[in-house]
């Protein structure tokens, strides 16, 4: 071949003999073959023998992946306890603590995931709902005792709950739907490298050689007379990666929706009656203690996605 330029990117061209290329201008051979039976010999101002891009698909389908829905930040929970003061002689006063509280706790009876460090507390239990729907029930329950006169008598609130199954005494109900994920999976698949090969030997002499991806081979020797040599690889040669997202829009009207609801409450927890039995049924008198409660956060931040990488090799 003789001329300018030699443009065999994504071609083939063979020889049985020896293939010879004396160009003045450019050979690219991106994705192509140069093959010859004995020897080939290139004389030209560039040669290209890089592989070419990579190509791929991209699909998003619907997955459950109740650990990544779980662990989204709700907001925050308050609990009471009685503080002691004043050591063996000292006496108990209500005190209350804050903690974060994930979607998982507030999905799960006892206001606590049973996951992680939680994972065996005795406190602790599995949410209802990973997926699909959830729903609260709304009763009117004690939460305190109030003075008149000389007698005490209950204070009640409506207060939501999580629903474990059906609950004939609520006064009302509501089922929300969760949040959708979604799993975009990519998958790559490595490019077309160039190649040139020869049966005997190559002789390449050029200004520039670019070689990324590419694979020049012979039998007999190979040499390489250029001012300027590229020939590192490319990255990565193959990739199959998914990753899991909520959808922003469902999740949002969610919270939105639980923070409508009013006062979200665990249920068995405070003290409402100001009393405490033990087994042999001796009561004695304590301090009143409100059922913890969920304060739903009024800006809701994503979880990080699922990232799930299932194969990665270099070129």
Known sequence: MTGGNYDNQGATTQSRGDANFNLGGTLPNTGGSIFAGNNVNISAGAVVNDQTAPSGATSTT????????????????????????????????????????????????????????????PSASQPVAGSGNVTFYERHVQVGMSSSGETSVPVYEDLWYVGTGPDPSAIASVTLALPTIYQTTTTQQAGTAGVISAGNSISLTANSLSNSGGQIAAQGNVTLNVQSLSNGAVAPASLNQSIQTIDQGQYSAFFAQLKSLGTIAVAGTGNASGTSCDAQNYCAIVDVLPPNEFDIARVQRLPPPAIRRLRSRPA
Request: glycine residues 14%.
């Open 62 to 121: 619907v997955v459950t992946n109740p650990s990544l829905l779980w662990s989204a930040v709700a907001g925050t929970q308050t609990y009471w306890y009685e503080q002691s003061y004043g050591g063996e002689n000292g006496f108990l006063q209500p005190a209350s603590g804050t903690t974060s509280a994930t979607l998982g706790d507030l999905l799960s009876p006892t206001g606590t995931q049973a996951t992680g460090a939680n994972a065996s507390s």
